[in-house]
């Protein structure tokens, strides 16, 4: 697939009206920041580090593509179909560049309907970008978990290299008028190295994970090149409240001067030209998914669930395998609330599926075995002949697979220690609509949104996901039905779609 599916690349307008753009580039500052670059109507211009599809070789030597999960798959791929655009990201294979990807795209039936582009990372990228500089320094240390960095010289130099070649790979698709919107924590300096290299396109970022506290950023060497380089963006998301306002804090104390001018919202300015932040949480397309959730082969496969249940309570866990989810601490709570009240024994079961993910980090295979120790030793603690508590899955269910669990589940356990949104809340409070009680921890972004509709707890406090677990077992029908209900109209309130639409305009870069 070719980097524009509607024809060539547009054009850069006359010199007249590139003048105008420069013009309006250098214009006075506005109190709306962005409003310095507003233009016409261009494309939507996604970049992450990874495309919603991932590239795989079989052993006839043909590459074919497959989904990509995850949370930031689920919330930007309806937001392209909608708006059409283009993609860019890595493939998920070493060396994999566009040619490889058109090949296998166009044996693909059900490809996206929106242009990807190919950003081919080598191994050793892989290793040090990737699975180094993004996932054992960035993500640790944005989700509060210092000891767990490993912050390694080399790794810095491959997260340069990659940002810099994600920044031409975009300076040589977007037309002229695009709105590159990039994503996440491994492409932070993305923004920067597009200005060097001239762009001048409306450039806006959104970071899907928390962004940490001051004390906690300033032990990355880096810190402060990372925040200087978001501050070449016109427009900044986080999640929540929490993240912008820690952001601020870090571009106050390590990009001089930024607030010299002090406009009247508190967002920086970098030489010049003032940089709009925002909290803008993130959500899922409601309306499809509710759909979705309600067709024949999922109703089917439900009924099938429930049947295979008898009485007993469904309390489901989906995560990706990861240490910021919290999975650990949620079976350490499941087993104290066995412990505590003899009545759930028999009655209940916790479904906990763990999606397979960066397996090859070694913090996460520990994490694996903690999982797997922990199900053995509840199983054998509490177990019969009859009953087992705990049915643990390491594995990918299909989208169907999925849905029909979060229908037939009584409670959803959703408990990471700390979390940017999470969407699986959001989609079993769309996807359920019957009786469903959501447990959450106060760690997740959705928290703030799910306050009155959730039992919120504690996550690394068994005691407190253990209290939780009671109550919802013992919570009338009537009241387990109203929180439903208000969860399900909290999600169709804001869903993707207003996420998207707040986004563009809270930085005046809609077209
Ligand atoms: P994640 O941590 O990846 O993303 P999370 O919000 O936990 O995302 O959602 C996981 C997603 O994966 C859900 O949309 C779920 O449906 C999907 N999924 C689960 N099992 C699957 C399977 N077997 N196959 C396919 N998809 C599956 C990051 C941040 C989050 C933030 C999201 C979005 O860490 O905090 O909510 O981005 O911004």
């Not at 002229?176 to 924590?185: A, E, G, N, Q, S």
């Not at 010049?272 to 024949?296: L, N, V």
């Not at 082969?297 to 240490?323: C, F, P, T, W």
């Not at 990471?416 to 969407?423: F, K, S, T, V």
Request: net charge neutral; with cysteine.
């Amino acid at each position: 697939m070719s980097g524009t599916p509607s024809g060539a690349r547009r054009a850069r307008p006359s010199s007249r009206s590139r003048r105008r753009g420069w013009e309006r580039r250098l214009a006075p500052l506005s109190p709306f920041g962005g409003s310095n670059r507003r233009r016409g109507a261009g494309r939507l211009s996604i970049a992450s580090n990874r495309l919603p599809v991932t590239l795989e070789c079989g052993q006839d030597g043909e590459w074919r593509t497959s989904s990509a999960s995850g949370g930031l798959v689920t919330a930007m791929d309806p937001v392209l179909r909608s708006r059409k655009g283009s993609w860019t990201g890595w493939v998920g294979a070493p060396d994999a560049g566009q040619e490889v990807l058109s090949r296998a795209l166009a044996r693909t039936p059900d490809r996206p309907p929106y242009s990807l582009q190919a950003v081919p990372l080598t191994a050793q990228e892989e290793d040090l970008f990737y699975r180094g500089f993004a996932n054992e320094v960035l993500w640790p240390l944005f989700h509060g978990f210092p000891d767990r960095w490993n912050p390694e010289p080399r790794y810095w130099e491959a997260y340069r290299a990659v940002n810099r070649r994600f920044a031409r790979s975009l300076a040589s698709t977007a037309d002229w008028d695009d709105l590159i919107w990039v994503h996440d924590y491994h492409l932070m300096l993305t923004g920067k190295e597009l200005r060097a290299l001239g762009s001048d396109h409306r450039l806006a970022f959104f970071l899907h994970i928390p962004f940490p506290p001051l004390h906690l950023l300033e032990r990355m060497p880096w810190a402060g090149e990372l925040v200087e380089a978001l501050c070449h963006f016109d427009l900044l998301g986080f999640q929540t409240r929490g993240s912008q306002s820690n952001y601020l804090d870090a571009a106050r104390a390590f990009v001089p001067g930024a607030f010299s001018h002090g406009l009247a919202h508190g967002d920086p300015i970098l030489q010049g030209r003032a940089i709009r932040t925002g909290a803008f949480p993130i959500s899922i397309d409601s309306t499809e998914f509710s759909a979705a959730a309600h067709g024949p082969v999922v109703e089917a496969m439900e009924r099938e669930i429930r049947r295979s249940l008898g009485n007993q309570m469904l309390i489901l866990g989906v995560d990706r395998l990861d240490y910021s989810k919290g999975i650990p601490e949620k079976l350490r709570g499941f087993d104290l609330a066995l412990e505590r009240s003899p009545e759930l024994r028999g009655s209940v079961l916790l479904k906990q599926l763990v999606v397979p993910s960066r397996d090859q980090i070694p913090a996460y295979r520990k994490t694996k075995d903690e999982i797997e120790v922990l199900v053995r030793s509840i199983n054998q603690r509490w177990g019969t002949d009859a009953w087992q508590p705990v049915e643990y899955l390491y594995a990918s269910w299909s989208r169907s697979e999925l849905l029909a669990h979060y229908r037939a589940a009584d409670v959803a356990l959703v408990t990471p220690l700390n979390d940017g949104m999470n969407l699986v809340a959001k989609e079993y409070a769309v996807a359920n609509q019957g009786s469903g009680v959501i447990i959450l921890s106060a760690f997740a972004g959705a928290a703030a949104e799910f306050g009155f509709e959730a039992l919120l707890v504690d996550p690394s406090e068994p005691d407190s996901v253990a209290v939780a677990i009671l109550s919802a077992f013992q919570m009338p029908m009537r009241e387990r039905r109203a929180r439903m209900a208000r969860a399900g109209t909290t999600v169709r309130i804001q869903d993707v779609h207003g996420w998207v639409r707040d986004f563009l305009a809270e930085g005046m870069l809609a077209g």
